[in-house]
Structure formats: structure tokens, C-alpha cells
């Protein structure tokens, strides 16, 4: 079963691949591997929720800006693939959660996004992660992540 099929059986359709918001390329490609510059919960270069996880933002609002967010990457991964089968192996994810003071479940924000890549990718979805805390993103996005991807040529 490819990717894109995973993805219909899920129901979800992968969006346009997000216009990079600054002075940096979405991608860097080298020796089959793949850099993936950081991605966001954005719809059409908008933020779709903004604020901290643990005061704006629930906890489950939080894990769902991830799963958008993981679904995002996906998109940037075809644009610059062309085809999602090309994924090897996501190497490794990280994760930056935008938090409220005292809150301290960024693992579980994080999970959103993890565990959309393995729907999607099967085993190639699996990936060493790290979250981390932060007080602010860019745009007072709460999530964002980039990743590193084995590829085939």
C-alpha cells in the first residue's frame, strides 16, 4: 500500500506545500538525505490556531495542530519528492511546542504528529524525536517541526 493510499484511507488529502515565510529554502536534499525546513499548523499560509499549549491552547488542540502540522511536512516531502514512496526512512523529527508556564506534556503534543507519519508511512514513518519547549514560535504558532528524511534518488 503506497503513502497516498494510506492517506485516502484516512480520509485526508495532502495540501499545497507552504511557500517558505522567510530567507531559507523548504528543503536541502544531499546523498539521500533530506533536510526538511520547519513546518507548522498553516492552511493556505495562515496560522490555523495560534498560542501557547497549556494556556490558549488545550492539550488537544495542541496534538491536533501537530497532526496538520505532520501533515504539512507530508506535503513538502511530495513537493520536493514528487512521490511520498520515495521515503525510506523519516530519520528523525524535531519538535518545538510554544508552552504556557508549567505545562510540561510536549511529548504529547508531539505524539499528534509521530503517530500521523506511521499512519501514513508505515515503518518508514518511525523516527527518533526529540520535543521541546519553548516560549514562543514564529507567527505564535504552538507547534512546529522539522525533520530529516532517508530517500531514495
Same mark, same amino acid.
Given at each position: 500500500?503506497?503513502?497516498?493510499?494510506?492517506?485516502?484511507?484516512? +480520509?485526508?488529502? &495532502?495540501?499545497? *506545500?507552504?511557500? %517558505?515565510?522567510?530567507?531559507?529554502? %523548504?528543503?536541502?536534499?544531499?546523498? +539521500?538525505? &533530506?533536510?526538511?525546513? /520547519?513546518?507548522?499548523? =498553516?492552511?493556505? /499560509?495562515?496560522?490555523?490556531?495560534?498560542?501557547?499549549? !497549556?494556556?490558549?491552547?488545550?492539550?488537544?488542540?495542541?496534538?491536533?495542530? #501537530?497532526?496538520? @502540522? #505532520? =501533515? $504539512?511536512?507530508?506535503?513538502?516531502? $511530495?513537493?520536493?519528492?514528487?512521490?511520498?514512496?520515495?521515503?525510506? *526512512?523519516?530519520?528523525?523529527? @524535531?519538535?518545538?511546542?510554544?508552552? *504556557?508556564? !508549567?505545562?510540561?506534556?510536549?511529548?504529547?503534543?508531539?505524539?499528534? #504528529?509521530?503517530?500521523?507519519?506511521?499512519?501514513?508511512? !508505515?515503518?518508514? +514513518?518511525?523516527? #527518533?524525536?526529540? *520535543?521541546? +519547549?519553548?516560549?514562543? &514560535?514564529?507567527?505564535?504558532?504552538?507547534?512546529? &517541526?522539522?525533520?530529516?528524511?532517508?530517500?531514495?534518488?
Amino acid at each position: 500500500m503506497t503513502p497516498e493510499d494510506r492517506l485516502s484511507l484516512l +480520509g485526508l488529502t &495532502l495540501p499545497s *506545500a507552504q511557500a %517558505p515565510l522567510a530567507s531559507y529554502v %523548504p528543503a536541502r536534499q544531499h546523498n +539521500g538525505i &533530506l533536510h526538511l525546513s /520547519g513546518q507548522g499548523p =498553516l492552511k493556505d /499560509g495562515a496560522p490555523t490556531i495560534t498560542g501557547q499549549v !497549556g494556556g490558549d491552547v488545550t492539550l488537544e488542540q495542541g496534538i491536533a495542530a #501537530a497532526r496538520l @502540522t #505532520a =501533515l $504539512n511536512a507530508l506535503a513538502a516531502l $511530495n513537493a520536493e519528492l514528487g512521490d511520498l514512496s520515495r521515503i525510506v *526512512a523519516v530519520q528523525s523529527l @524535531t519538535a518545538y511546542v510554544a508552552s *504556557a508556564p !508549567g505545562f510540561h506534556s510536549q511529548h504529547l503534543v508531539m505524539n499528534g #504528529a509521530s503517530d500521523l507519519l506511521v499512519e501514513v508511512l !508505515g515503518e518508514a +514513518g518511525r523516527h #527518533a524525536r526529540v *520535543a521541546v +519547549g519553548t516560549n514562543a &514560535l514564529p507567527m505564535n504558532l504552538p507547534v512546529e &517541526l522539522s525533520m530529516i528524511v532517508a530517500v531514495t534518488p
